[in-house]
């Protein structure tokens, strides 16, 4: 058996955690630059208010009915997240985190003597969890890891339910799958959701008794991965040792419109070391550089509001001649791409980085025409990497990024970084 385990509305969940003044009352999460709506409490979504939301289109519900918003508190979520997913190994041995509020269990017999059921596993961890993190979470138990996801579907649109659905003779996955909808299934997307209502299939029952051929042709070995789960056959294994990324990206938007060029080449500088961060984090070097930079695609012409204002958009990609990992190798590539899209006189939105070619840093390769990295200049990476977590981010930067950010993201509403910095731990009087 398979379990999946999500914690209800993540990050409204994290502020509430520490702060119980958001219990009972509509809260939202926004997004970069308190922009968007990304996560929503129940009363938020009681009153109508969606996913994706601009903050202007729901303003009138914010002042209407109090609305509490929060900044994207990054740093705290992500801690959350890591000690939610260490807790499940106190359940069971396999798990797989799949998402930042998601992760798979493998519940086999040898918990029967620990747990005489699975509704009794549910129970615990549940309990555990709220008392440990003070997360509300729901779980589904399945034969296969989409049966789990329907399951836990069902486990939070039921409240009757209590966080916890078990889906194991056939009767009752019939049931869950006739009222499952075809666009609500995991690995079910848009085009394949409208295809297969074109053709007569609406839920995931339908679904299932498909032809394994004719799913073939049309949804590739996907598809047929997909009906065999929900026939009851495990097809996707849990994967308790996630590979590397193979993409990495990083591109928040600026908090203002940024027109000049030495404003932007600093933000593209923060932005390159973060995603050197990363690849040295999961031990990985890259050779592939993407610099993309655009204005506001919604912005309109000043005292205009009828006109959309000129735009601006272009990328480049550049291919290192060697793969590596430290940022004092990427960033002459990097800045000589950004000065080659810059055009001058337009106000920018954004400035994006993306690396491709990403290979493990063991199978590093000597260059031919250039001198590529020693290991005593990858290890540097991961000696400021050291410094920057004992003494915070940034402790250690390249000299031609600056401490007072004209770009930086407007987070008007953050809450304090309870588990991460000692500056910001919860007092209590």
């Not at 085009?191 to 074109?198: D, Q």
């Amino acid at each position: 058996m398979f379990a999946l385990v999500d914690v209800n509305s993540m990050y409204v969940s994290c502020e509430r955690s520490f702060n119980p003044r958001l219990k009972g009352v509509p809260v939202v999460a926004l997004g970069n630059n308190d922009h968007c709506v990304i996560a929503r409490s129940d009363e938020a979504k009681k009153l109508g208010i969606k996913m994706g939301a601009a903050r202007f289109q729901i303003q009138d519900l914010i002042d209407q009915h109090n609305v509490q918003l929060c900044s994207s508190n990054f740093a705290l979520y992500g801690d959350m997240s890591a000690r939610f997913q260490s807790l499940m190994y106190n359940f069971v041995e396999d798990v797989e985190p799949y998402s930042i509020d998601e992760v798979f269990l493998k519940v086999d017999g040898s918990y029967d003597t620990l747990y005489p059921s699975y509704q009794g596993l549910g129970e615990s961890i549940r309990n555990t969890v709220m008392q440990w993190l003070r997360l509300p979470v729901c779980i589904g138990f399945a034969p296969t890891k989409t049966l789990a996801k329907v399951a836990n579907r069902i486990a939070k649109k039921n409240p009757e339910l209590e966080g916890i659905c078990v889906l194991t003779n056939q009767a009752e996955v019939d049931t869950a799958l006739e009222q499952f909808e075809i666009e609500d299934l995991w690995g079910v997307g848009y085009r394949y959701a409208k295809w297969l209502k074109n053709n007569g299939i609406t839920n995931a029952r339908q679904l299932r008794n498909a032809e394994i051929e004719w799913i073939r042709k049309k949804m590739t070995v996907q598809g047929v991965r997909l009906v065999y789960e929900l026939r009851g056959y495990p097809a996707r294994l849990l994967e308790d040792n996630p590979l590397p990324k193979r993409t990495i990206s990083v591109a928040p938007s600026f908090g203002k419109l940024i027109p000049d060029l030495t404003n932007i080449t600093d933000a593209l500088t923060t932005h390159l070391a973060r995603c050197c961060e990363k690849l040295r984090k999961q031990n990985s070097i890259a050779r592939h550089l993407t610099i993309y930079l655009h204005t506001n695609r919604n912005r309109k012409t000043p005292g205009r509001p009828d006109l959309a204002s000129k735009q601006y958009s272009a990328s480049r990609t550049v291919k290192l001649p060697f793969h590596s990992n430290n940022l004092i190798d990427f960033l002459p590539y990097g800045i000589s791409a950004l000065q080659s899209i810059y055009q001058f006189g337009y106000p920018y939105q954004k400035v994006g980085i993306i690396l491709n070619d990403i290979v493990p840093e063991d199978n590093r390769q000597a260059g031919v025409f250039a001198d590529a990295p020693t290991p005593e200049q990858l290890e540097l990476g991961h000696v400021i990497d050291g410094l920057n977590r004992r003494f915070g981010r940034d402790a250690v930067y390249v000299a031609s990024q600056r401490k007072d950010r004209e770009w930086e993201m407007v987070q008007g509403h953050l809450s304090q970084r309870y588990t991460t910095n000692w500056n910001e731990l919860l007092v209590a009087y």
